[in-house]
Each structure stands twice: as structure tokens, then as C-alpha cells.
């Protein structure tokens, strides 16, 4: 803050400006989570509340105590999973500003070192569960925003699902070009969407504003007592409700928590309770007949434009679970949790906009098979709940990490909320995994997918790590001899990339085996990935000195952060290595692994393992060095 001085006095000037320049900033940020953050969860009413009332009613009408119980239930899972778990606890357990389920098991990791394996099994499950969430969210989604055409014309039927197809496609299509250009028209998109259902739904609310009293919890009492069995199975079609919240945390470190905190109490919230509510009144006006409330009770000219505007929202809602995808991906490929994944950056000025061309096809082409294999987003609906429930449940067995280990609250404040949020999450749970044979085990297909890969890749890396460091020569005993008996020394600079700095990289050998000569100067390299989003420069490289021929360097990079070698390498200068890439050469140990009777893996993990291994991507392009500079030297391990 300037200051300008007139006598004795010291008179601030850039203040108020400093403060509008904020305030405008959080603004912008509140627009941009609304696109981003909230668009999932912004379409829910599409279908949460029929599918809660057909599930309730078991038919087609529905009585007044199901449609007040039904929405008392809606109101209150809003207000305690997204508005108290989530907003005030989840958002608070940020690892360096990153949100995510991975975040929140990295943190809890470097918390709890002695049952990190433990963590590490949680955390998987919980990315796996995401995964399963984000190839039903596109598929229910637009589908359901498309069958609105059905209100306008019944003769639409046979073309929703060709047409959902081709919306799709061309959604997938487009992430190739990023979303940053695009993203600058999805806030002011989903505010309209946002503003558009609240007016809908208050229009019915003074119509009858009796609808009101469903604010009252004692309708879900008396829907509970009344009819236990149907209320445990309208409780998973609540839970369509809340998805998305999930979103809330995963995308912290975009937007930072104050916008998203603001955005959902000004703006969400209350449009999601008067759409929500006006659906209820609308119910109630018809006699109980559920048809397709959220599109009916937008009566004449407002229809077609209300499924015009689900369509874009609904599209929107889409690419921020894509998005995430992606994000959670390269999380797990820096966490070592997946191979290596080619990663294409669309945007110069913003890191995180990243495109993944094999896992946007992979996406697609389930995500696909889901709309032509279901065809209806009621029967989506029945796979949607268990994977979303599912890692909301790890998300609370990890926040209790946090609360007793990091925030260090006394236990018994830190298990009575655990307990409460794990007994809404079991219930919820609970009442979709009933579902598995309706359309459930699609996601559970998933996410097991995932957890399969995953363990597999964890597990083999370490089998294959272990195997190769017993037949490799220590660093320091290879330096030593040949500083006292030096081969053939050609000048420039060898720099070996390996996972072990201790023992000397096979591609070292073997070009002293074949070509007995050695650089005047040798880096050793290896990557190292902390369990933080971001690390500074100042904390980028670790370099030691061996002898006069070699140094081992370690380039530390955080799980957000795309790996680039040449650029960390830059930073040495400033340590006092001259470096220069026109006279270093790059040499990589590229290994063809075999399946060995000996291993430590069933046969068919080790297939599988070899399989996702082959399917890596190159290291030159992923750690970013010049092609040219590069030398590949190829070893066959049987594993």
C-alpha cells in the first residue's frame, strides 16, 4: 500500500481500490465456480425429484404425505451434506489450496506415515469411485435434459437417444481445443440456468404456499415411520439430489474456497430450494400425478427455452466432470498410481486446462454404451448414487484424519461429527448398493476397473523397483573405481534418469559395457513427486556431488504440476552447475518386460501389469526433453 506524506501525516490512497480490485476478482471467481463447480449438482432438478417421488409413490401419483416427505428429505440432505459438510468442514481441509479426493489422501498420508499403505488403499478406492461417477454424470445428464423434447411433442421419442449420441460426440470432440475459451461463456450460462429455475419454481410457490412446511423435518419423520420400506429405497433416488457436492472440494484450488462458499449460499442454494419446492407445489396442484414436474411446470412459451438452457446446462455440468477426470488422472500418474499418460496442455496461461487423449476416449466410448445400453435417464438414475455415495463415505473416513491428526481436535469432537456424517453417508449408501442389479454395477464396473489397474500398477512397480536395485551396482563403489581407473573421457555433459539415485542406472552400464567411454561430466537424475499440489523453486532441486566425474541432482515436482526436466534444470545455474542442453545428452533405459514364472504377481496381474506398462507414454515427451538430445538403451526384465 502506497503512502503519501503531508507534514506528520501518513494518508493510505490505494486502499478502497486495492478492495474494489478484490471484490471484483471474487465476483468474477463466484461466475466461474458457478459454471464449473456447480453445474452438476445445478441439474439435479431435472431428475432428482421425480425419480424420489416414483420411487416413493411406486406409480405414477403420488399423496401428499410422500411429495411433503420427499422434499423435506431434498431440503435437509442439501443443508447438511453440502451446506455443513461440505462447506464447512470439507472445504477447510485444503492441502496448499488443492481439493480433490487424492489431495485429501496425500494430506492424510504424510500425516499418519505408519498406516500409509492403509491411507493409500482408501484413496484409490475413492478416485476409482469418481471415475465411476464421471462416466454416468454426461451419460444422465444430457440424456435427461434431451427426453424435456418429450413434454414439447411426444413424437420426439424414437430421436433422444440418436440425438443425446450426437451431443455427446460433439462434447467429446471439443476437449481437444481446451476449455478455456469456452469457459468464459459457462459462468453467465449456468447463472441464467440457476436464475431461470428459482423464478420457475417460485412461480408455484405463491400458487401454494403451503409447500413451505416440507422445511420442517417432522414430514420425514412421519414418512420414515410410515412406510419404512419405501422410504429406504426413495432415500437412494434423494441422493441424486446432492451429487455433484463432491465437486465443492475437487475443485478448490481453481477457485479458491471463498467463491465457492459465496456462490452456493447467494446463488445456488436458495435457487435449488425454490426449484425444488416448486416442483412440490406443482405436484401437488395436479393431484399427485409425477409425469415430469421440472419441465411440465414450465407452462407456454418458457418450455422449449427452459430445454434449450438444460441442454447447455446439462453440457456444462458434463465438461467440468471431464475435466476433473483428466485433473484426477495426471494426480495419479505424478502419485505413481497409473503409468505414465500423455498429457496435452490447451491453454499458455493456465496450467490445469489439460487434455488427455486416452482417457477422453475412453470416457467417451463408455459413457456412450451407458446411453445406448440404458436408454432412459431413469434407469441411469439407478447407477448414479452408489459411486457418489461412495466416495462422499471416504471422503468423511479421511476428513476424521485430518480433524484428529492435523487440526489436532480432541477425539471426541473429531469422532461425534465423524459419526454423524458416516451414519447419513452409510444410510444413503445403503440405499443404493440395493440398486446393483437395476443399473448399479455399471459404475461398480468402473470404479473396480480402476481399482484393479491401479493396485496392479502400485504393486508391480514396486515388485519391478525391488527386482532390478538387486542386481544394480552401487553408485558411490562404481564412481570411486572409475575415478582411479577413468575409460575414455568425451566431453559434454551424460544425464541418467533413474528411480534409484543409490545404485547406478542400467542405461549408465550398459554404455560403458558397449561403448567404454564415459562424459566428463554425469548427472545422475532422478524425479521425486511430494504430496503437495505445487512446489516452489527454491525447492526444486537437490543437487550432491559424488566425486569430480559424477553428481546426483533430484528434481522435485508436486502432483498438480507437469514434470519439465530441461526447465528444473535451468535452476542448477543458480546453484553453480554450468548447464547447458546443447552439449548434454539424455540417456533412458527403455525396458521390454517379460512375464516370469518367479514373480511375486498371479500370471494375469503380470500380463496386466505389462500390458499397462506398454501402454505408457513416452518418457522423452512427458518429462519434456528435446528429442534430439535423447539416447533410448533397452533392456529386457522378466518380472
Known amino acids: 500500500m502506497a503512502l503519501t506524506s503531508t507534514g506528520n501525516e501518513a494518508e493510505p490512497v490505494e486502499q478502497s481500490s486495492h478492495s474494489e480490485v478484490e471484490q471484483h476478482s471474487t465476483k468474477v471467481l463466484m461466475l466461474g465456480a458457478l459454471g464449473v463447480v456447480y453445474g452438476d449438482i445445478g441439474t439435479s432438478p431435472i431428475y432428482a425429484f421425480r425419480e424420489a417421488l416414483v420411487a416413493s ?31 464447512m468442514f470439507v472445504l477447510r481441509a485444503d492441502n496448499r489450496g488443492e481439493g480433490g479426493v487424492l489431495s485429501l489422501m496425500a494430506l492424510a498420508r504424510n500425516s499418519f506415515p505408519t498406516r500409509s499403505a492403509v491411507i493409500l488403499g482408501i484413496g484409490i478406492v475413492g478416485a476409482s469411485l469418481f471415475f465411476g461417477d464421471a462416466v454416468i454424470t454426461p451419460a444422465i445428464s444430457v440424456l435427461s435434459a434431451v427426453e424435456g423434447m418429450n413434454v414439447v411433442t411426444p413424437t420426439f421419442q424414437p430421436y433422444v437417444v440418436p440425438l443425446t449420441l450426437v451431443i455427446l460426440a460433439i462434447l467429446f470432440s471439443a476437449q481437444r481445443f481446451g476449455t478455456g475459451g469456452v469457459a468464459l461463456i459457462f459462468g453467465p450460462i449456468t447463472a441464467v440456468w440457476f ?6 419454481g417460485l412461480n408455484h410457490i405463491i400458487a401454494d404456499p403451503e409447500i413451505l412446511l416440507a422445511v420442517s423435518p417432522h414430514y420425514i419423520v412421519a414418512f420414515l415411520i410410515n412406510s419404512p420400506d419405501v422410504a429406504f429405497v426413495t432415500i437412494g433416488a434423494i441422493f441424486l439430489a446432492v451429487t455433484g457436492a ?56 418458457t418450455l422449449i427455452p427452459m430445454v434449450v438452457l438444460a441442454t447447455a446446462a446439462t453440457v456444462i455440468a458434463s465438461q467440468a466432470v471431464i475435466s476433473g477426470a483428466f485433473s484426477l ?19 499458455e496461461r493456465q496450467s490445469g486446462q489439460i487434455y488427455m487423449p486416452r482417457v477422453n476416449m475412453l470416457l467417451a466410448l463408455v459413457v456412450m454404451l451407458l446411453v445406448v445400453g440404458f436408454g432412459e435417464s431413469s434407469k441411469l438414475a439407478s447407477a448414479y448414487g452408489i459411486s457418489v455415495t461412495g466416495n462422499m463415505l471416504v471422503t468423511t473416513v479421511l476428513l476424521y484424519v485430518i480433524m484428529s491428526r492435523i487440526w489436532k481436535w480432541q477425539l471426541w469432537l473429531a469422532i461425534s461429527l465423524t459419526v454423524v456424517f458416516a451414519l447419513i453417508d452409510i444410510g444413503f449408501f445403503a440405499s443404493n448398493i440395493v440398486k446393483v442389479f437395476e443399473g448399479g454395477w455399471a459404475s461398480l464396473a468402473v470404479a473396480f476397473t480402476i481399482v484393479l489397474a491401479m493396485w496392479t500398477w502400485i504393486r508391480g512397480s514396486r515388485y519391478l523397483f525391488d527386482k532390478t536395485r538387486r542386481n544394480e551396482i552401487p553408485l558411490d563403489f562404481l564412481a570411486g573405481n572409475l575415478l582411479k581407473k577413468k575409460p575414455h573421457l568425451v566431453s559434454g555433459t551424460a544425464v541418467f534418469l533413474t528411480s534409484d539415485p543409490l545404485s547406478a542406472p542400467t542405461a549408465l552400464m550398459h554404455s560403458l559395457k558397449h561403448y567404454k ?15 503437495q499440489p505445487v512446489v516452489p523453486d527454491s525447492e526444486r532441486v537437490k543437487m550432491e556431488t559424488v566425486n569430480e566425474l559424477f553428481m546426483r541432482v ?50 494375469w496381474q503380470d500380463k496386466l501389469f505389462i500390458g499397462l506398462a506398454r501402454s505408457a507414454a513416452d518418457a522423452t515427451e512427458y518429462f519434456q526433453i528435446p528429442t534430439g538430445r535423447v539416447v533410448e538403451i533397452g533392456t529386457q526384465v522378466a518380472i
Open 57 to 87: 409413490s411406486g406409480g405414477e401419483v403420488a399423496n401428499r404425505g410422500d411429495i411433503l416427505g420427499v422434499l423435506s428429505l431434498i431440503i435437509w440432505s442439501l443443508t447438511i451434506i453440502v451446506t455443513i459438510k461440505y462447506i
Open 195 to 200: 436464475l431461470a429455475i428459482g423464478l420457475s
Open 246 to 301: 463432491e465437486a465443492l472440494y475437487a475443485d478448490l484450488g481453481h477457485f479458491g474456497r471463498r467463491p465457492i462458499v459465496l456462490a452456493w449460499l447467494a446463488i445456488v442454494f436458495p435457487c435449488l430450494l425454490l426449484n425444488y419446492a416448486g416442483q412440490g407445489a406443482f405436484v401437488l396442484a395436479k393431484n399427485g400425478v409425477v409425469g415430469h414436474p421440472f419441465f411440465e411446470m414450465n407452462e407456454g412459451w
Open 329 to 347: 488422472t495426471r494426480q495419479a500418474v505424478q502419485l505413481n498410481m497409473l503409468p505414465r499418460l500423455e498429457i496435452l496442455h490447451t491453454s
Open 517 to 531: 567411454v564415459l562424459h566428463e561430466q554425469n548427472v545422475i537424475l532422478s524425479v521425486v513427486t511430494a504430496p
Open 554 to 603: 533430484t528434481l522435485t515436482f508436486g502432483y498438480m504440476e507437469q514434470p519439465n526436466i530441461p526447465r528444473a534444470l535451468a535452476i542448477c545455474r543458480k546453484q553453480g552447475w554450468k548447464f547447458d542442453i546443447m552439449t548434454t545428452s539424455f540417456f533412458l533405459s527403455r525396458r521390454s518386460l517379460k512375464a516370469s514364472p518367479n514373480s511375486g504377481m498371479p500370471a
